[in-house]
């Protein structure tokens, strides 16, 4: 029987994202469950941050500016995610299949580790400059609520943030 590794990621996966999946799977047998966010809505003032800490003011500004999608924009993106992050995956040699998780991320990925005895979860982001300093990210809020690993990776690359 083969493990399965939660993955929580907000885009979809890359190639960068896959070889990391890769590596973290080894030799071993292991299905992942990519859950992609149905939500996917940016926290406009913490991305505004973001972008000001990287000195990036044009990028700053032009996110206050955008509004937000509408639920059925965020679904679609959401499933054209998915979907995406799927065939990379398998491109890749990995087992995966996934769900578009509704409501709170962090909730989706706790229960979903839950359901399937889950003995690693991976969280898969872009920087968040103050959610990651202040530990309020997705990958911290799920270490506090569950008793395995945590990995956070940012994605497409093979920084791991601070979880």
């Known amino acids: 029987m083969s493990e399965t590794i939660v993955v929580l990621t907000e885009e979809s996966l890359n190639d960068g994202d896959a070889k990391n999946l890769l590596t973290l799977v080894g030799e071993e047998q292991a299905t992942l469950l ?84 889950a003995r690693q979860a991976v969280v898969i982001t872009r920087p968040h400059a103050v959610a990651d300093t202040l530990h309020t990210d997705w990958a911290n809020q799920a270490q506090d609520r569950l008793g395995v690993p945590v990995l956070h990776l940012y994605s497409g690359s093979g920084f791991i943030g601070g979880s």
């Not at 299949?97 to 229960?111: C, K, Q, S, W």
């Open 34 to 117: 990519v859950l992609i966010p149905d939500d996917r809505h940016k926290n406009v003032m913490s991305e505004f941050f973001h972008h000001l800490s990287l000195l990036e003011f044009a990028d700053a500004f032009r996110e206050l500016s955008q509004g937000q999608p509408s639920a059925q924009e965020s679904r679609g993106s959401a499933e054209a995610a998915l979907e995406a992050s799927l065939r990379v995956a398998e491109a890749h040699g990995l087992t995966a299949h996934g769900v578009i998780a509704t409501g709170n991320a962090v909730e989706a990925m706790v229960d979903a580790v839950t359901e399937h005895g």
